[in-house]
């Protein structure tokens, strides 16, 4: 069936160096991808989307990188704050019908001051 | 600008009773998304609503089911409760049915089945 998962599901980072969150996905059907945010005791928020027609999406202190070849899904957070503390979930989706998002297990990030 | 809302906060049930759970989107958005969030395991989709009409369904029972009221407002009802059913359940809503509507989430209901 569909999945969507992350290679890492904890992550560690030194406050101002840069973040790498990996996922890769299943369904080489899907050609909709976002980045989560999820702050605990909060809904997810969403960071940054691409769609399967680019391989880069560059956010205010974020970048998506999409690898279709090896169904690949990066998050780069750049420059490293303590907000950035949260799990990171990637998600799927089909531009056309469905509509659900398949979500990815999700990597806790850590900033350590 | 209004978030979207969900009530209650915490909901605590035994197996075997019902619970209602609900979820106002943002003014103006049309569509609204329910999703399960069990403890370590990131969310699965459970049902999509548009315009009053169920538009898709996730992989859970029947005893799972929901509705969208003319406001665009929305309930999840689960039935005959089980303990697997503790989770955080979450809304979102966007502004129409393009997949490149962003999913605006809220907070969550939290359900403990004891």
């Known amino acids: 069936g569909e999945s969507v998962g992350l290679h890492l599901p904890t992550l560690s980072v030194q406050e101002g160096d840069n973040s790498i969150i990996n996922c890769a996905y299943s369904?080489?059907?899907?050609?909709?991808f976002i980045w989560y945010k999820q702050e605990s005791g909060k809904g997810p928020q969403f960071i940054i989307d691409?769609?399967?027609?680019?391989d880069k999406r560059q956010g205010q202190r974020v970048t998506v990188l999409l690898n279709k070849t090896v169904k690949h899904l990066s998050l780069q957070i750049a420059a490293t704050q303590p907000g950035d503390s949260a799990v990171y979930f990637c998600?799927?989706?089909?531009?056309?019908?469905?509509?659900?998002?398949?979500f990815g297990q999700g990597t806790r990030l850590t900033i350590n001051p | 600008e209004a978030g979207v809302t969900q009530s209650p906060t915490h909901l605590i049930k035994t197996r075997g009773q019902q619970a209602t759970l609900r979820c106002s989107p943002i003014?103006?958005?049309?569509?609204v998304y329910w999703y399960q969030q069990a403890l370590g395991l990131g969310l699965q989709f459970l049902l999509w609503?548009?315009?009053?009409?169920?538009?898709n369904r996730g992989n859970f029972p029947p005893r799972f089911s929901g509705r969208q009221f003319p406001n665009y407002s929305s309930e999840l009802n689960v039935n005959a409760l089980e303990l697997e059913d503790s989770a955080l359940y979450l809304c979102?809503?966007?502004?129409?049915?393009?997949?490149?509507?962003?999913?605006?989430f809220g907070p969550g209901t939290r359900l403990t089945v004891l």
């Open positions: 979102a809503s966007s502004l129409g049915t393009s997949a490149y509507n962003e999913q605006f």
């Open positions: 369904n080489s059907a899907s050609d909709y």
């Open positions: 691409i769609r399967s027609n680019m």
């Open positions: 998600a799927e989706s089909k531009i056309q019908g469905a509509q659900k998002l398949v």
């Open positions: 003014s103006g958005h049309t569509s």
């Open positions: 609503y548009d315009e009053g009409e169920e538009r």
